[in-house]
C-alpha cells in the first residue's frame, strides 16, 4: 500500500441519527495511524529484499564515505569465500608493486634461494623505489626476495628476475603463463617489477586471487609479515636495513602481509591479509589516496560483518 492511500469507511454503519460516536471517530484514527506505520515498514522491507540481489551478500551498516575513495576495491572473507565488498573489481587497472606477488610466487616456483645472483648494470639503473644496489654486487636470492617484498626495491627485484629467468622477457612470460593457469583473465604483464605500461594491467579480482595462490606458500607466507630485516652482499659488508611498507602490520592485531604499490599511474595500492577471531579477510585496494584510512574502514567494517554473519 502506497503511503498516502486510506482506507473508505462505510459511514452509514458508523453514524446513527446522522452524527458519529466519539468511539468510532478514536476507532477509526487509530486505524488510520497505524495504516500509516505500517506502509513505511513495508517499503523498507521491500528495499531490504531489493538489496539482496547486489552482489555483495550482506551490509549491516554504511561505510563511512560520501564517495568511494579508490578506483577498485575488493574485501573478502577467505574461508566462507563471500565477499563482503566490491567496487569496479574487474576494471582493469596499473597494479603498481602488486605485480612483484606474482613475480615472487615464480621466483619460490623456478629458483633456488640460496643462490647467489650478481647486480647488473641493467638491475643497478632501475627507478625508484630502490636500494642503490652497485653493480657487480652478489646477494642470496633469498634476500633480494626479502627486499622486493617488503620494500618494492625495484633493483632487487630485476636482479632476482634476471636471475631466475635469464632475462626479464623470458620472465615475464612465466609471470603470464601463471596468470592463464590461475584463469586471471584480466591480467596481463610487461615486466617484472610493476612499472606503468599500456600492456601491464591487472584488476581487484585477478589480483585476490592471485594473493590466495601465494599466502599458500609458506616461504612468501612468512615474508610479507616481516616488519623488518637486514640483507647484505655475499661480497662486502655495507648492510640494507628493511622497514616494510605496509603500515598496517604491528598497528592492527592480525594482519599477515601482503604488499604494497604506488606508481604516478596507479596511485596507491595494497593488498592486505587479517585474521582475527576465526575470519580471515583478504584486502584489495586499488588507487586510493587514502588507502590506509580506507583499508582501516574496510577491515573494521569487514569484521563486524562477519561477527553478524555468524
Known sequence: MAQGDHIPFDDHKLSRGGTISHLALVSAASLSLLVFAICPAFGMEQQSRTHTTHPVDYVPQPLPWKRIPAHSILLKELRSGRILFKHEAEKRLSPASLTKIMSALIILEKGHLDDLATVSRNAAKAPKTHLRLKVGQVFRLSDLLKAMMMVSANDACLTAVEHVGGD????????????????????????????????????????????????????????????????????????????????????????????????????????????????????????SNRRWNTAKSLIDYGFRLTSTIQ
Not at 591487472?202 to 637486514?230: H, P, Q, W, Y
Request: aromatic share 8%; charged share 20%; glycine share 10%.
Open 168 to 287: 626479464e622477457v623470458q620472465f615475464v612470460t612465466w609471470m603470464n603463463d601463471k596468470a592463464a593457469s590461475l584463469g586471471l583473465s584480466g591480467t596481463h604483464f610487461s615486466n617484472g617489477c610493476g612499472f606503468d605500461g599500456p600492456d601491464h594491467y591487472s584488476t581487484a579480482e585477478d589480483i585476490a586471487k592471485l594473493s590466495e595462490v601465494a599466502m599458500k606458500n609458506a616461504v612468501f607466507r612468512e615474508l610479507v609479515r616481516e616488519e623488518r630485516g637486514i640483507i647484505t652482499p655475499v661480497s662486502g659488508y655495507r648492510a640494507y636495513v628493511l622497514h616494510n611498507t605496509n603500515r598496517l602490520l604491528g598497528r592492527i592485531p592480525g594482519v599477515e602481509g601482503v604488499k604494497t604499490g604506488f606508481t604516478s599511474k596507479a596511485g596507491r595500492c595494497l593488498v592486505a591479509k587479517v585474521s582475527q577471531n576465526g575470519s580471515d579477510l583478504l584486502l584489495v585496494i586499488l588507487n
